[in-house]
C-alpha cells in the first residue's frame, strides 16, 4: 500500500514534525514477502500490498520527510507462513539496506537453525507470535516460544519482541507472573513487550503499573507500536520513564488510515480501508502512524518530557541496545 499525505495529515504533522527528532530508529517494522506463505497470501494481508523492503523505506520516506530513519524489521507471522522463506527475505533485506532483523519463531522451530541465524550479523533477535500457540488468544509465553529457544536468545544478549496474548493483556496476572520468571532467569534477553504490552486502552497498562514498574528494573522494554490513545502513553510515560521506552510503528498497519478505538474493555482498530466511518458529517481519517505519534505528543506535553526525553525514546535507547546486540557477538 501506498500512503499518501492528505490535508489533515498535513494539519498533524506541523504539530508532530516539530518533536520528531531527525534521526528515527524503528523498533517494530514487518514486510510482507509474498512468495513467504504455503499456498496464497492470506486476504486480510492484500490491503497492505506492496509491502516488500523496498515499498516500506519508500512509504517511511513519504511519512517521515527529512528525517534518517533506519531499525528493525521482521516477517508476518501467520499460521500459513513459511517462515524459513520469509527469514530468508528479511535477513538479506536487513543485510542490503543497513537494518536489523528478528527471526521469525515457532516453538517446533529446529535449535540448530536458530543458532545458526542468531549468528547472522544483522540479526538482533526473535519475534515468536501467539499464533503459534495451541490456544493463541490464551497462550502463555512458553506456549509460543519455548524454553530452548529462549536460552539461544539469552546466550547471544538477543532482543525477544513479545505480542503478549490474553484478552487484558499485560495486566494479565499469568502473563505478568510468566515476565517475572523469565526475565530474571534469562537476564541477557532484552524483553521488548510490544504494543505498549498489548494495550492499546488504557485501562490494562494502568492495572499492570505497579507490578511492572518493579519487573522494568530488569531488561524489559515497551514498544509504542499502533497504540493510538495517549492516556496509554501517558501512563507509560509517567510510570515508567524516558529510558525503557522504543519507538515502534507496526508499519505496514500504521498506513491505514484510522485508529485503535477502546469498546468497554476491548478495543478494535478502524480504519477507512475495513471499515465504513460515518458520521453526520464526513470524517477524514488520518494515517495511524500520525495518531499514534500526536498522541505520544500529548503525552510529553502532559509528563514534561522534553527534546532530550523524546530523542532516547525515537532513537537513543534503540541504539543502546544495538550497540549491545553487536558488541556481544564480536566478543562471542
Ligand atoms: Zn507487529
Not at 492528505?6 to 504533522?13: C, Y
Not at 547472522?120 to 500457540?133: D, L, N, Q, S
Not at 541477557?188 to 514498574?213: M, T
Not at 465504513?276 to 505520544?296: D, G, H, N, R
Amino acid at each position: 500500500m501506498k500512503p499518501e499525505l492528505r490535508e489533515v495529515d498535513r494539519k498533524i504533522w506541523s504539530e508532530i514534525g516539530q518533536i520528531i527528532p531527525e534521526n528515527i530508529f524503528d523498533f517494530h517494522i514487518h514486510c510482507i514477502y509474498e512468495g513467504g506463505f504455503t499456498g496464497r497470501i492470506p486476504d486480510p494481508l492484500k490491503i497492505y500490498l506492496p509491502c516488500d523492503i523496498e515499498a516500506v523505506l519508500d512509504n517511511m520516506r513519504t511519512v517521515l520527510p527529512e528525517r534518517k530513519t533506519t531499525g528493525i524489521i521482521t516477517g508476518w507471522p501467520a499460521i500459513t507462513a513459511d517462515l524459513l522463506k520469509q527469514n530468508d527475505y528479511i535477513s538479506s533485506s536487513a543485510a542490503r539496506n543497513n537494518l536489523f532483523f528478528l527471526a521469525l519463531t515457532a516453538p517446533q522451530m529446529d535449535a540448530r537453525y536458530l543458532e545458526n541465524i542468531a549468528k547472522k550479523r544483522e540479526c538482533v533477535g526473535f519475534k515468536p507470535y501467539k499464533c503459534f500457540a495451541d490456544f493463541p488468544e490464551d497462550a502463555r509465553i512458553t506456549d509460543y516460544i519455548t524454553e530452548k529457544q529462549i536460552e539461544i536468545a539469552d546466550h547471544y544478549g538477543l532482543i525477544i519482541t513479545i505480542h503478549l496474548s490474553k484478552r487484558a493483556g499485560i495486566s494479565d496476572p499469568l502473563n505478568l507472573e510468566d515476565l517475572d520468571r523469565l526475565s530474571e532467569k534469562y537476564r541477557s534477553v532484552f524483553w521488548n513487550l510490544a504494543h505498549c504490552g498489548r494495550s492499546f486502552i488504557p485501562d490494562y497498562i494502568e492495572n499492570a503499573a505497579v507490578h511492572l514498574k518493579r519487573l522494568m528494573k530488569r531488561n524489559i522494554y515497551l514498544d509504542t507500536a499502533a497504540v493510538t490513545d495517549n492516556e496509554v502513553f501517558t501512563i507509560v510515560f509517567s510510570e515508567f520513564g524516558p529510558d525503557r521506552i522504543l519507538y515502534g510503528s507496526d508499519i505496514p498497519v500504521s498506513f491505514l488510515r484510522g485508529r485503535c478505538v477502546g469498546f468497554g474493555y476491548d478495543w478494535a482498530f478502524i480504519t477507512e480501508e475495513t471499515h465504513s466511518i460515518t458520521a453526520s458529517f464526513p470524517v477524514k481519517p488520518a494515517l495511524l502512524l500520525y495518531e499514534q505519534i500526536k498522541a505520544m505528543n500529548k503525552a510529553f506535553r502532559k509528563t514534561g518530557f522534553k527534546m532530550p526525553e523524546i530523542e532516547k525514546i525515537f532513537f537513543r535507547n534503540s541504539e543502546k541496545i544495538i550497540q549491545k546486540i553487536t558488541k556481544g557477538k564480536e566478543h562471542d
